[in-house]
């Protein structure tokens, strides 16, 4: 069972996500969160595995909340993944790069969200790598966002590289595999090994990190 936080202000919106969820079966609505420190809290106290983060909430927000979840060593088995309305949050990109697996927007459709929950919950792949790749290309694209730094790719291989390209472009495991010739299991022992030398909390971050190196760049 996926225990999941709902973190929004509006207790409307919770309603709405607490209902579509409790007809999924395997996942399992487990706290509710009216701000980030309430957030933080639930996470911590429910051992949950996904928290769904609005980022403007009163008081501690979504992006301070998500900070202090990813940074918190007996909270590594949590996901968070940021609820936005897309073309107005920019602080979506800051909330990857801290620790978020990913991105929905409010009016996602009900079984992209019960999607989305399960892929992140078990770590996989990036939440919606399209629209995901969009907003960061955008948004390090900006002069006063993109700086460089690529020191980082000296600890990766070749094939590490090419793995991060493709994990970057939103690539699953599977497709990866179709596209080098190689087995799942052994992209899987790519994207993994990629992680620890790059210190990536999961594949969120490995996307931040290839645009944030120049081995990836917007519209390349």
Known sequence: MIKVVLADDQALIRAGFRTLLADAGDIQVVAEAADGDEAVRAARDT???????DIRMPGTDGLT??????????????????????????????????????????????????????????GD??????ITRRLIADLVARPAKRVADTSVLSRLTDRERE?????????????????????????KTHVSRIMTKLA????????VLAYESGLVTPGG
Do not use: C, W
């Not at 793995?163 to 992209?187: C, I, K, Q, W, Y």
């Open 47 to 53: 051992a949950a595995d996904v928290v769904l983060m």
């Open 65 to 122: 909340a998500t900070r202090e979840i990813a940074s918190d060593d007996d909270l590594a088995g949590v996901r968070v993944l940021i609820l936005t309305t897309y073309e107005t949050d920019e602080y979506v990109y800051q909330a990857l790069k801290d620790g978020a697996s990913g991105f929905l927007v409010k009016d996602i459709e009900p079984d992209e969200l019960l999607h989305a929950i399960r892929v992140v919950a078990r």
């Open 125 to 130: 792949a990036l939440l919606a790598p399209s």
């Open 163 to 187: 793995v991060l390209v493709l994990v970057a472009g939103g690539l699953s495991n599977d497709e990866m595999a179709g596209r080098l010739f190689l087995s799942p299991l052994t992209v």
């Open 200 to 207: 990536a909390r999961d594949r969120a971050q490995l996307v």
